[in-house]
C-alpha cells in the first residue's frame, strides 16, 4: 500500500497545498511552523478517520486562520494495483468520501454513514482486524508528537500493562476475566432467587388437600338446595296460572266499564256536532242569496281587470324604448368624440415618430470608433501574462531573500541552529560572507524588476483605459438598437390605429341611423298615459261587489256537502247509542263474575313464591361462586406445583452454568492474557535488541520486561547490570521507544508509519545510526533482515535522514 499525494485546503498553516510520495522513506523538511506535523495529522484524519479534536481543543483551530471550511483530500494505491481518492471536510457538515479511479476519473463510493466508509478503508488498507482505524493510528502507526513516548513512560506497572496490551489487541482477555465476574455473580444470584421463589411456592402448596376436600362438599350442598328450588318454582307457577285468570277477569271488567263511558262521550259529542252542522247549512244558504245579489259587478271588475294587464303591458313596452333610445343617444356621442381623439393622436404620434428616428441617426454616426483605441485595447491580455510572471519572479526573488537572511542570522556563529553543534558544511569560511554577495546579487535582480513591473504598469493601465472605452461604445450602441425596435413597434401601432378609424365613423353612421328608427317608433305611445288612467276609475266602481261575491263563493260552494255531512252526523248518532246498550249489558255481566278478595288473596300468595325462590337462587349464585373460587384456588395450587418444578430444572441449569463460568475465569481467562502478553513481550523484545544495538553501538541489551517495563542490561565492571526507565538518560530511552516502536510495528503487520522528530534528545551518532537503522529495515541489511513497511514517514531536521531517504519533501514558509 502506498500514499500517492495529499492535497489541504484551510488546514492550518496550509491555504492550498499539494504534496508528493514516493514509495520507501519519506522525509518532511523545513522551517519550524511550516506545517510539517500538520501533514501527519491530515493524514490521520482523512485516511484514518481521526476525529481533528484529537489534534486541537476546538476543531475551529484544524481550520486556516479566517476560514469557515477545509478538505483533506489523500490519493492512494494499493497492492493489488487500484488507486484510490480519500476525501474529508472540515468545519460545517462533515463529509467523507472515497472514490475510485477509473481512467481519469475518480467515481465515488455509495457508503450508507459514516461507520460503513471506515470499514471500507480498513479493508483496503489491511487493517481490518476489529479495532477502529483511529485508534490504530493514535496508539502505533502514528501517535501524536507529543504523545510518542506515551505509554513506555507510564509509572504504574498495571496502567502500563493495560495500555500496552490494548495495543496489542490482547486485553480481550482480561476485560474477559473482569466481566465474567458480574456474570458469575449474576448466575449466583439467580440461583438463590430460585430458592426464594421454590420455599415461597412450597408453603402454599402444603393447602392443596384441604382445599380438595371443602370443594367436594360445596358441590353436595349445591344439589341439594337446587332440589328444593325446584320444587318452590313449581307452586309458584300454579300461582302465578290462578292470579292470570284473576287478572283477566279484572280487565275485562276495566274494558267494559270503558266502554260504556266512551260510548257516553262520544254520543254527547256527536249530539254537539250535529246541532253546529245545522248551523253551517243555514249559512251556505244565505251565502247562496248573496252570490246572485253581487254577480254583475264581479264580471264588470274581471273585465276593467284584463284590460289594465294589456295596457300595462304596453307601458312595459314603452319604457324599454325610452331606455334603448337613451342609450343609443349615448353611443352616438361616445363614438364621434372617439373618432376625433384617435384622429388628433394618430397625426401627433406620426411628428414624434420621425423626430426620434432623425435623432438616433445622428447617434449612430457618433458611435465609430478609434482605429488606434481597439489597438491598444487588444494589448491587454498579453500585457496581463507579462505582468504576472515579473511578479511572480519577483516573489520568488523574495521568497530567497528571507532564506539567505535567516541562515546569515542562524549562522553567525557557525553554530547549527537544530542541534546546538559546530556545523561542518561552512568549515574555512567565515559564515556571514557565505551571503552577503547572494543577497547582494538578489537586491539588485529585484530592483531591474520592479523598474519593468512599473513601466508594463503604466502600458497596463492605459489598455485597461481603452478597453473600457471600447466597452462604453458597445453599450450605447446596444442602447440605440433598443430604442430602434421601441421605435418601430411604435409606429406599427400608429399604422394600426390609422387603419382603425374607418371602423369607427361605420360604426357612427349605423349607431346615427338605429337612433332615429327608436324615435319613430314610440310615437305609438303617445295616449296610453290617458287611457290607463279611465281604466283604473273603472276597475274601482266595481271592487265592492266583486270582493263580496269571493267572501260568500266559498260558503255556498259546501251547501251539498253540508247537507250530506249533517245527514251522516246523523245516522251515526242512532248507532251509538244502540252500541251503548250492549256495552252497558256486557258491563253487567263482568260485575257478576270478578272477586276483589279473591284476586287479593291469590296475589298476596304468588309474592311469597317469588320472594322464596328469589332467596334460594341468590343462595344458590353464592354457593356457585364459591365453587369457582375454589376451583380456580385448586388450579393455581396445581401451577405453583408446575412452577416448583420449573424452577427446580432452571436451578439446575444456573448451577451447571456457575460450574462453567468458575472453570473458565479459573483455568482459561485469568491465564491467556498473561501467557499471551509474555509471548508478545519476548518477540519484539528481540526484535527490538536488534534495532536498538543499531542505533545504540554498543553492547546494551534492550528487554521489555514484565509489566512492558522498558529495561537496559549490560556489563560494568564485569558485573551485570540492570537499569529500568527511570533511570535512562533522555537519548537512551527516545533510542528503546524508536526502536520498541518499529519492533512493534513490525509485530502487528503494519505497512505504514508515521514519526514525528524521532531523533529528540538523541546525540550525533545515535541520530546518523537511527538513520542507517531505518534504510536497513528498508532494504534488510545489517542485523534488521525484515522487509515489513511500504513507506515510511519522518519529520526532521537532520541531515542524516538526507543520505538514507527515498524523498525529501521542503515545505517553504507558512502562509
Known sequence: MQILSIHLKNIKSHRDTTLDFAAGINVLSGPNGVGKSTVFEAIGYALFGVDARDFVTNVERFLSIGAKRGEVAVSFRIDDGSSWRVTRTVGGGVKWLLARQLGDDFEVEEHANIRE???????????ANGRPLAEQFKLLIGPFQNDFLGPFVIKQATKRQEAFDEILGIDAWRKTFKGTSGLLSAVQNRIEVLNAEVEARQEQVVLLPEREKEHLEL????????????????????????????????????????????????????????????????????????????????????KAEQKLKDLRELERQCRELER????????????????????????????????????????RQELKPDPRLQEVADRLPDLRRKGEALRSERGLLNGRRAA?????????????????????????????????????????????LDSRIEILGQEILESEQSRQGLQGLVVRAGELDKQQQQLDGRRQKTVERTAGLTGLQSDLAAAESRLTAARESHKVYADLEATLSRTEQERAASQAARDAWHAHAKDAGELVSRHQILEKWQQALSSLKKDRELAAETLNVCQKAYDVDQHQIVRQQREGLVAASAALEQRLQDLDKDLQRLTGEIVRLKQIEQEIASRLVQKKRFEAQEKLVKYLRNRVFKNVSARLSERFREEISQRADRIYRTIAEGDEELIWGSHYQVVLRDLADGQLRERTDDQLSGGQMMSAVVALRLALLQTIGARLAFFDEPTSNLDASRRENLARAFRAIDVGREEVTEHWYDQLFLVSHDVAFTEITDQIVELGEPS
Open 117 to 127: 466508509t471506515e470499514v471500507r478503508l480498513a479493508e483496503l488498507l489491511g487493517l
Open 219 to 302: 358441590q353436595e350442598l349445591l344439589a341439594g338446595q337446587r332440589l328444593v328450588l325446584k320444587e318452590k318454582q313449581e307452586l309458584l307457577t300454579e300461582a302465578t296460572r290462578r292470579l292470570a285468570e284473576q287478572d283477566k277477569l279484572e280487565k275485562s271488567l276495566r274494558e267494559a266499564t270503558g266502554k260504556v263511558q266512551e260510548f257516553d262521550l262520544r254520543i254527547q259529542n256527536g249530539e254537539e256536532k250535529v246541532a253546529e252542522q245545522k248551523l253551517r247549512v243555514e249559512q251556505a244558504h244565505q251565502a247562496q242569496r248573496e252570490l246572485e245579489k253581487n254577480r254583475a259587478g264581479k264580471d264588470a271588475f274581471e
Open 324 to 363: 334603448e333610445i337613451g342609450r343609443l343617444e349615448k353611443d352616438s356621442q361616445t363614438l364621434q368624440q372617439k373618432l376625433l381623439h384617435e384622429k388628433d393622436e394618430v397625426k401627433k404620434s406620426e411628428t414624434e415618430l420621425a423626430a426620434e428616428q432623425i435623432r438616433l441617426d445622428a447617434a
Open 404 to 448: 539567505l537572511v535567516e541562515g546569515q542570522d542562524k549562522l553567525s556563529e557557525g553554530i547549527c541552529p537544530f542541534f546546538a553543534e559546530p556545523c561542518g558544511n561552512i568549515a574555512g569560511e567565515q559564515p556571514r560572507d557565505v551571503f552577503s554577495h547572494k543577497i547582494a546579487d538578489l537586491d539588485e535582480q529585484a530592483a531591474q
